[in-house]
């Protein structure tokens, strides 16, 4: 699959703090791509850099294969984090302004402003003060000026803070369905349940540097500990215990089941493979449960964070 | 590309201030503010110069006597010599007279001279104590030239008056009063310059602090450059305050001619005068108004108004483009105070210096500094100008102007594209030192 975006060892410095330190991503045409990393990593850097905010220091960005220009502003949607409308401009006359420095002409600027309006059900809005609106109103109107120039790459950081559980619904149905429609992704936030839910890559930022990327499917294969949880019905739960933890390295899990059966998480480090120790189970007690450990993106994002420090 | 989008967003700055409210109050009210205060000024100090001061007099001296104390036309005097100087305080103060003028028993009329005084409730106006001192002087004086034997009749005789005609070298002649005017003339235009760049420069400021604080600013400059937004809102806002400018002109026109014909003056001559608004409240209210107008129209009109629009617009972009800077450096108004004063220090300095030395000694070395020094000279320059400044000058102080701003909009340019980013930093000078060099 082609890269709608590659940056290539792109350094930032403010004075003295080296912001971003050699960080090359790759964001696959049409997928959903977390930019993930704790707080002051430089993910916000970064997608102003992409967003022609800052200028790198050094590095190179490519976008849809060729280095980045001035008018590609007119293929990127950006809804930052810290966004905001001009409170005392009507929400019609602004979408129009805003649309236009997109690049969209006036006339297409409405037809398109008419369409998403009356999608979100917000066309009696139109010519209301922004101060008027709540932030969870607002909110929308900035979610629909950022991708009515249909851009090719949408940049969405913490997009669904601001919105109640019905209204964040309602935007990550229409991010998926910009998504279908052709549009790339990229999408910074905290919420690692999301991340989960929508993204099919990951990057992860930490202090400047870029510590992992790639498919989410392979990282979660990468940080796999290949450990499995079972559930065992015996009657002699200390004796069977005791008889598995002198063979690996045992723990306790917690799920739920419906008998009183011995609950483990058992490791896997000695070389032995899932087929061996079903093998190995199977011959002492009854398997009711048997599922392998995959990582969350939670766990991946703690683990490498603790890992580069 | 970049052109339409730099025009969008001067009309959206330009629309955003025109459609102010305070802007519209500001444009038509204040004109009307204007010419009530100068309305109100003239109708106080014509009624205080017709107001009639009584004062009365003690006089122990026996150098004067009764005539010597005639009423003039400010003056009733009131004579109490017959009585005590305690018992007559008493009355003055009773009676609720302007004042009691005591002048004790001396030998000689050198003592008098040192030993007058004036007693009085408030302390008394210049202008009364003043023209007392002349009524006293003058009587004195003429009883010390008969004591010197001086014949009092000759000496008016040789009384001459000197009026020195002033012209240049082409011939084209000149008064005091066109002095005057050119005075009124610089000065206006100097001092509309420093209230346009302090009030539309902070107008600049207030909207870019705006910017940050709504937090829109980011969304802007992922569609355009930091740059662009700058300019479009330095340019956007100029528009607004020439339209400003435009609607008080026409205003003032009205005005004009609606009072032109209250004083039954030429209206034809009074339309031409209509660029320079400043003066035409005087004009008005002179008594040769007709003279003054026609001398106005001598003066290279067009070629000033050419150099004020320019050096107006000069130092408006020199300043306001430090007002973004500012408004960028900081999250709210309070924060700017630190900022404030080496930007107003120099407007302030240009005015006052031009005040006092433009006046006395318009080509003198202070004022002609000052109008090349680029912080200064759009107004000290603008005040020199109507007294004929040599072509070169105005054009080095222009070209020292137009350097200077493009350095200051660059680095301005610097430190707003990293202050529009930056929040909850309490800035200072090293940090924005700093920020110029990211």
């Known amino acids: 699959m082609d890269n709608i975006l590659v940056t290539e060892n792109i350094v930032k410095d403010f004075g003295s703090f080296r912001a971003l330190n050699n960080v090359s991503i790759e964001v696959p045409e049409q997928s959903i791509f977390g930019l993930l990393g704790p707080n002051g990593a430089g993910k916000t850097t970064l997608i102003r850099i992409i967003n022609q905010i800052t200028l790198p220091d050094e590095g190179k960005i490519f976008f849809n294969g060729n280095a980045l220009q001035p008018n590609d502003v007119h293929f990127i949607g950006y809804l930052p984090e810290e966004r905001g409308l001009y409170k005392r401009m009507k929400v019609g006359e602004q979408s129009i302004y805003l649309a236009q420095l997109k690049g969209l002409s006036k006339n297409e600027a409405k037809k398109r402003l008419k369409y998403w309006f009356d999608k979100f059900e917000i066309g009696d809005w139109w010519n209301k003060k922004v101060e008027e609106l709540s932030k969870g109103m607002a909110q929308k109107v900035q979610f629909i000026v ?22 964040a619904n309602l935007i990550k149905d229409e991010i998926l369905r910009l998504r279908d429609k052709g549009s790339t992704i990229i999408f910074s936030t905290h919420r690692m349940e999301s991340v989960e839910e929508l993204c099919e890559y ?45 063979k690996f390295s045992v723990s306790k899990a917690e799920f739920k089941s419906l008998e009183d059966d011995l609950k483990l998480r058992i490791n896997l480090s000695n070389g032995d493979t899932s087929t061996d120790l079903i093998k190995y189970l199977n011959k002492r007690a009854l398997i009711n449960h048997y599922v392998e450990v995959i990582p969350t993106a939670n766990d991946i994002f703690i683990q490498a964070v603790k890992q580069n420090s | 590309m970049i052109m339409n989008k730099l025009k969008l967003i001067i009309k959206r700055e330009f629309l955003a201030k025109v459609r102010n409210r305070s802007f519209i109050i500001m444009t038509f009210i204040s004109p009307l503010i204007m010419v009530g205060m100068i309305a109100l ?91 007392l001192e002349n009524n006293l002087e003058n009587k004195l004086e003429k009883k010390k030239m008969l004591q010197l034997n001086i014949d009092l009749e000759k000496l008016e005789q040789s009384d001459l008056n000197v009026d020195i005609k002033l012209s240049n070298y082409s011939g084209e002649k000149s008064s005091k009063l066109v002095n005057g005017i050119k005075i009124a003339l610089g000065m ?30 980011e969304v802007i400059i992922s569609s355009v450059k930091p740059f662009q937004l700058m300019m479009g809102k330095v340019i956007g806002t100029a528009g607004a305050g020439l339209l400003q400018f435009f609607i008080w002109a026409v205003l003032m026109f009205l005005m004009l001619v609606a009072g032109s014909y209250f004083f039954g003056m030429d209206s034809m001559a009074s339309v031409q005068t209509a660029q320079i608004p400043t003066d035409q409240m005087e004009a008005v209210a002179t008594n040769d108004a007709q003279f003054a107008i026609n001398e106005i129209l001598k003066l290279p009109l067009f070629s000033m108004f050419i ?28 924060d700017t105070q630190q900022f404030m004063m080496p930007v107003i220090m120099p407007l302030m300095i240009g ?46 102080s222009l070209f020292l102007l137009i350097i200077t701003f493009l350095a200051v909009i660059w680095l301005a340019a610097k430190i707003y594209r990293v202050g529009i980013l930056m929040y909850g930093k309490k800035v200072n000078y090293k940090e924005l030192y700093k920020w110029m060099r990211y």
């Open chain 2, 41 to 131: 000024v003239v109708y106080l100090s014509k009624s205080s110069m017709e107001k009639i001061n009584v004062v009365a007099y003690v006089d122990n001296s026996k150098f004067f006597s009764k005539n010597d104390f005639k009423d003039s036309n400010t003056i009733h005097y009131i004579d109490l010599t017959e009585v005590d100087i305690s018992e007559a305080k008493q009355i003055v103060q009773e009676s609720n007279h302007d004042g009691l003028l005591f002048i004790p028993k001396k030998d000689s009329i050198e003592q008098i001279t040192e030993s007058i005084q004036f007693f009085s409730q408030e302390t008394p106006s210049m202008v009364l104590i003043s023209s």
């Open chain 2, 188 to 217: 206006g235009a100097g001092y509309i310059v420093m209230m346009f760049i302090i009030v539309y420069g902070a107008m600049v400021m207030r909207s870019v602090i705006e910017e940050k604080t709504s937090r829109i600013v």
């Open chain 1, 202 to 246: 990951i990057a992860l930022i930490d202090r400047s540097n870029k510590i992992l990327d790639g498919k989410l499917v392979d990282i979660k294969k990468q940080f796999k500990t290949n450990s499995f949880e079972v559930g065992l019905v015996t009657d002699e739960k200390d004796k069977l215990l005791q008889e598995i933890s002198q």
């Open chain 2, 307 to 334: 150099w004020f629009i320019l050096f107006f617009l000069g130092g408006y972009l020199l300043y306001s483009s430090i007002y973004a800077a500012i408004g960028s450096a900081v999250d709210n108004e309070t």
């Open chain 2, 351 to 396: 005015v006052y210096v031009g005040f006092a030395t433009v006046i006395n000694d318009p080509h003198g070395t202070v004022a002609t500094v000052f109008s090349m020094i680029p912080f200064t000279s759009p107004i000290v320059m603008l005040m020199r100008i109507p007294f004929g400044v040599p072509w070169w000058q105005i054009a080095l």
């Open chain 1, 146 to 167: 950022t991708v009515l120039h249909e851009p090719k790459l949408l940049i969405f950081d913490e997009p669904f803070s601001g919105f109640d559980p019905i209204n």
